[in-house]
């Protein structure tokens, strides 16, 4: 271990690799301030290292400042960063959308109070283009002539890879929507408060825009999905959002040429090809698989323990995890499949082989005929455990892990975990936990001026709904504000679109997929990480 190494004995050429180890173990760990430390003795001393090296320098360096709270320091970084990857277009463009990530997670007013009298271009640039990108006061057709401007005035910057090369007309602007929703049946309440938070982001936007909206809300629960998609094309809407469960997306998507550009509510299954016009945003935990893989690799996990509930739902999404973690090069040790009503503890044990260590204890003492001290060891072929649970399974989970000597181990879960309000007593077990969610429920501040306005909106006006289904809120705010904003969307796909479930990012299926913040459970309460 690096504990037992002596620095001072080690030639010029280890010891910055040394440093660089020593380092990316104190950020794993959130200790920013004392990895920064060894990295700057690195770039003090003026250590020859590889560009390799230098990449994980920056790399952890950017890491730690943004953790910090550091955006000026963590900017220069990026910069850094991109200068060394300039002539590989892959590391050049991942640079780019990682340091958009990181600035649109910060609010216009706070970089432009840390950036107050930068001449940077690489710094500048970015500020300009999240002033347009965010400005809630500006309309479609000026933006697109703004970032017009942008390209004209930044020919040479980065941020230049996220954006066509050369920026279209804007489209006519969607001024009516119709919302395809059931206002009874088992589905009422989920509708209900999409609806809230539709309406929540449909108010703030006349208040702010100068293109007025109008909204048609068709009930689909007193008619077949046919009729009621038709109604909504004979009131004259020229988007469509809905409808909201699966069996209607898929009836939808075979029957019919879909029209006009539908934003549904629920996805279609898997492999299953959607017609051109038809877009899905949902709040499925199939969508946070590839972040979660990108934040495990990204910690430098290899060998994982899948834990999923035995249920059809479990087993698909632990299958899908398992097959994109071992496409991404990691390794799965074992995988635990728990039924729902029943004590997890003998389970745990043996995924663990907690039992083969007492029932080793147990020969030995059989042998020499006398009791041994001997603690308990698990099997030692992993380093990360992926969760799939709500709140209940990983409240009795959690704290079975730790009993069983498998604390220290990381978990990264779906964010099914995370209920959406705070309840010390409630979430206390969850401690240590990782999981990734969206903005909305993280963050009493929105980064983004209009979708602040929404939350605030929807907190005032349906407080009840707002602390008992806020995720379904941020999904309905989602739903109107990517659907105004679709043309954008789909002309713009790799500058992504500032979202209530997170940044929200076009995909080759024409999907909506959110890229969402990481948090973690301390002490009962959920502490952000942001989004690396």
């Known amino acids: 271990t690096l504990r037992q190494v002596d620095p001072q004995q080690l030639p010029?050429?280890?010891?910055?690799?040394?440093?660089?180890?020593?380092?990316?173990?104190?950020?794993?760990?959130?200790?920013?301030?004392?990895?920064?430390?060894?990295?700057?003795?690195?770039?003090?001393?003026?250590?020859?290292i590889s560009n390799e090296q230098k990449i994980e320098l920056y790399t952890l360096s950017i890491r730690n400042n943004s953790g910090a709270g550091n955006i000026a320091a963590a900017l220069k970084h990026y910069q850094s960063l991109a200068n060394i990857v300039k002539n590989n277009p892959t590391q050049y463009l991942d640079v780019a959308k990682n340091c958009w990530n990181f600035i649109q997670n910060i609010s216009t007013n706070e970089l432009n109070q840390t950036f107050t009298k930068t001449n940077d271009q690489f710094?500048?640039?970015?500020?300009?283009?999240?002033?347009?990108?965010?400005d809630p006061l500006i309309n479609q057709s000026a933006r697109y002539q703004q970032l017009q401007q942008w390209q004209l005035q930044y020919p040479s910057h980065i941020a230049n890879l996220l954006l066509p090369k050369h920026i279209p007309a804007a489209s006519t602007p969607t001024d009516h929507i119709a919302l395809l929703l059931p206002d009874s049946g088992v589905y009422k309440d989920s509708a209900q408060a999409i609806q809230r938070g539709f309406l929540s982001a449909y108010f703030t936007h006349q208040l702010l825009s100068s293109d007025p909206t109008t909204v048609t809300f068709i009930n689909t629960a007193s008619?077949?999905?046919?009729?009621?998609?038709?109604?909504?094309?004979?009131?004259?809407?020229?988007?469509?959002?809905?409808?909201?469960?699966?069996?209607?997306?898929?009836?939808?998507?075979?029957?019919?040429?879909?029209p006009i550009p539908t934003l549904t509510?629920?996805?279609?299954?898997?492999?299953?090809?959607?017609?051109?016009?038809?877009?899905?945003?949902?709040?499925?935990?199939?969508?946070?698989?590839?972040?979660?893989?990108?934040?495990?690799?990204?910690?430098?996990?290899?060998?994982?323990?899948?834990?999923?509930?035995?249920?059809?739902?479990?087993?698909?999404?632990a299958h899908d995890l398992s097959q994109a973690w071992q496409t991404d090069g990691g390794a799965i040790a074992t995988q635990m499949?728990?039924?729902?009503?029943?004590?997890?503890?003998?389970?745990?044990?043996?995924?663990?082989?907690?039992?083969?260590?007492?029932?080793?204890?147990?020969?030995?003492?059989?042998?020499?005929?006398?009791?041994?001290?001997?603690?308990?060891?698990?099997?030692?072929?992993?380093?990360?455990?992926?969760?799939?649970?709500?709140?209940?399974?990983?409240?009795?989970?959690r704290p079975l892990l730790k009993f069983y000597y498998a604390g220290d181990i990381p978990i990264y879960a779906i964010s099914n975990i995370n209920q959406g309000n705070t309840n010390t007593q409630r979430d206390r077990d969850l401690d240590g936990i990782l999981f990734s969610d969206a903005p909305w429920v993280l963050?009493?501040?929105?980064?983004?001026?209009?979708?602040?306005?929404?939350?605030?909106?929807?907190?005032?006006?349906?407080?009840?709904?707002?602390?008992?289904?806020?995720?379904?809120?941020?999904l309905g705010a989602d739903s109107f504000n990517a659907a105004i904003h679709l043309h954008q969307i789909i002309?713009?796909?790799?500058?992504?679109?500032?979202?209530?479930?997170?940044?929200?990012?076009?995909?080759?299926?024409?999907?909506?997929?959110?890229?969402?913040?990481?948090?973690?459970?301390?002490?009962?309460?959920?502490?952000?990480?942001?989004?690396?």
Do not use: C
């Open 12 to 48: 010029t050429n280890m010891l910055a690799q040394y440093r660089l180890n020593k380092a990316t173990l104190d950020t794993l760990n959130r200790k920013y301030t004392r990895s920064q430390k060894t990295l700057n003795a690195i770039l003090n001393k003026k250590m020859a």
């Open 491 to 532: 002309d713009f796909p790799k500058l992504g679109f500032p979202g209530a479930t997170g940044i929200l990012y076009l995909n080759s299926q024409r999907k909506l997929i959110p890229t969402r913040e990481w948090a973690e459970f301390i002490h009962g309460k959920v502490v952000t990480h942001g989004i690396a």
């Open 337 to 397: 499949n728990y039924p729902l009503k029943k004590d997890l503890t003998e389970q745990i044990k043996d995924t663990l082989n907690v039992n083969n260590s007492i029932n080793n204890k147990l020969k030995i003492e059989s042998i020499i005929q006398k009791k041994v001290r001997m603690s308990p060891r698990i099997r030692q072929d992993f380093d990360v455990i992926f969760l799939i649970a709500d709140t209940q399974h990983a409240k009795q989970i």
């Open 123 to 134: 710094t500048k640039g970015w500020l300009a283009l999240q002033n347009i990108i965010h």
């Open 443 to 474: 963050n009493k501040t929105l980064s983004n001026p209009e979708l602040n306005s929404t939350r605030e909106q929807a907190r005032d006006t349906w407080p009840a709904t707002f602390e008992k289904q806020p995720k379904l809120l941020a």
């Open 265 to 317: 509510l629920n996805t279609l299954p898997a492999n299953t090809t959607s017609q051109p016009l038809l877009y899905q945003i949902s709040l499925s935990p199939a969508d946070e698989i590839a972040q979660i893989i990108t934040k495990a690799k990204h910690d430098r996990h290899q060998r994982a323990i899948i834990i999923a509930p035995q249920s059809d739902w479990g087993q698909q999404l």
């Open 223 to 258: 008619q077949p999905i046919d009729q009621a998609y038709q109604q909504a094309l004979n009131s004259g809407a020229n988007i469509i959002v809905g409808p909201l469960t699966k069996s209607a997306v898929k009836q939808l998507n075979n029957s019919k040429t879909i």
